[in-house]
């Protein structure tokens, strides 16, 4: 925590010398927001004028801000089948030049964006008794992520500690006991990006009682398999009980237990880090169709001209069966040839997710810094 505090200040103390102009309001550390409800949301968490401008959309989300063009920044992560991601509003953008105003994206109508149909390409949505870890494949194309984008982390933290995206706010209903009850989560992490996701969130009153260290937000040129190793698999969909990872970053050597920071991009690229992250045991895992998860967004047409075809590979079938775009609402402007592409992407398998995942801290070391 004290470490996350002083990066911060330092961060801040940087952006504010280069625009020290600008009068700003400084804003309330998002992660410093408690709100019993998503009815207790005002229409925007962070309203005050930030060193990167102002929140980008809103927290009331309900019927009348569903739609495709919604700026929502209020996001649920429930079930499998109930979950969103944060993407960008503008089709073919890059998160890192993005991650400040990102949007819900989400398998269900929580008053924001829809996830268009046969975008999500294999789901494991993992309990652990500190966290739930949602992990998988999208065409990222179809949530406004450019093609070939590595991506990054988005957390509720940033530079000035208003989040990215800032403003955002995260509820779940999985610890309460019932669907309609729900609980902010505080800390959060999604990495997203190379046509993969993880997100994850952790609860305050969780046994280990380390919310903010399950869910660290300083390993971000680090991607998914140092921060959330998961054992996703392109097309399957399932849901497991899982053991909780080692706290990410966090290892033991010669008898000393030793907590890893990330060199500055100064460095160069990360090429090796001195521990290696392991996928926590899992076990009752149940199996699932996309077909019977994603009814809500059966008829959800992306902006991405996806041919039904193109989009299937053999295994369980379940994503592409439903696949072919309807009319409607697309808005975007995405060529075949860049949705196309976004298939060819990855072969099936655990290992595959950390192999690729490897290209993505590659591709995030050399893009542009993603603020802790
Ligand atoms: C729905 O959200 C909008 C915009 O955030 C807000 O102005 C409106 O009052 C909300 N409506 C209801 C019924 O809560
Ligand atoms: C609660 O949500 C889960 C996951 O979406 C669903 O399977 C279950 O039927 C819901 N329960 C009720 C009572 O609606
Ligand atoms: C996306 O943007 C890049 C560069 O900004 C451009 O080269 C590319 O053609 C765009 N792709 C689409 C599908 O619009």
Sequence with gaps: MASYALSALLALASSTLVTAQVPTIEPTPLASLNFAS??????????????RGSQFGFNQCNSTTQNQQSLCQTMYVNSIDDFCLWGPDKPNSTISDTEGEEVAWCTKPHGARLIPNGALQGVQFLKAPDYILVAGFIDQTQVNIQDGDFGGELDPHG??????????IVFSNAYSG?????????????????????????PTGAPGNNPAGYC??????????????NNAQKDVYEVCDSADM????????????????????????ITSIPFTATVPASSNCTPFSSAALYTDIASVSGASTTPAASATPSGSGSVSGSAKPTSGSATGSHSASAAGSSSTSTPNGAGAFGVSLVAGVIGVAFSVAFLA
Excluded: H
């Design 38 to 51: 998503p009815a207790d949301l005002p229409y925007q968490v962070e309203p005050n004028p930030v060193v």
């Design 159 to 168: 530079q000035d500690l208003a989040g990215n995206p800032m403003g955002g």
């Design 178 to 202: 019932s669907n309609t009850t729900y609980q902010q989560m505080v800390e959060w992490n999604l990495f997203i990006g190379g046509n993969q996701f993880c997100l994850k969130i952790c």
């Design 216 to 229: 660290r937000n300083t390993l971000d040129r680090l991607g998914c398999s140092v921060n959330s190793p």
């Design 246 to 269: 080692d706290l990410p970053g966090v290892y033991v050597s010669n008898g000393q237990t030793i907590t890893y920071t990330q060199p500055p991009e100064s460095l160069g690229a």
